[in-house]
């Protein structure tokens, strides 16, 4: 098991900053991933980061302005979050995959295996 903890989120202005932060322990993991949800939608991939290696993958409308990093001696996963807008008003959860063999690269909730509880962002106009 993964367990995963979200914090950071918040009510703020457009145009401010937030950073989100997801606190991960137990079992190794290979992928971890950010999603959001807004209300009366599904849930979208976000942002994504092999947890060895670093490399990361963006939904296209948050590309530029947020960026998913780790701290491995913190086993902590960062969502630094730029210019935001009304539209990024959504709960925002952490995922992580296990290990599986294969290059694939994990962007749908289906491929990941843990989830944190989400974290509240609301962007006012």
């Known amino acids: 098991q993964v367990q995963l903890v979200e914090s950071g989120g918040g009510l703020v202005q457009a145009g401010d900053s937030l950073r989100l932060s997801c606190a991960a322990s137990g079992r190794t993991f290979s992928s971890l991933g950010w999603f959001r949800q807004a209300l009366g939608k599904e849930r979208e991939f976000v942002a994504a980061l092999r947890w060895i290696g670093g490399t990361t993958r963006y939904l296209d409308s948050v590309k530029g302005r947020f960026t998913i990093s780790r701290d491995y001696a913190k086993n902590t996963a960062y969502l630094q979050m730029n210019s935001l807008k009304p539209e990024d008003t959504a709960i925002y959860y952490c995922?992580?995959?296990?290990?599986?063999?294969?290059?694939?690269?994990?962007?749908?909730?289906?491929?990941?295996?843990?989830w944190g509880q989400g974290t509240q962002v609301t962007v006012s106009s």
């Open positions: 995922a992580a995959r296990r290990v599986y063999s294969g290059s694939y690269y994990p962007i749908s909730a289906r491929d990941y295996d843990y």
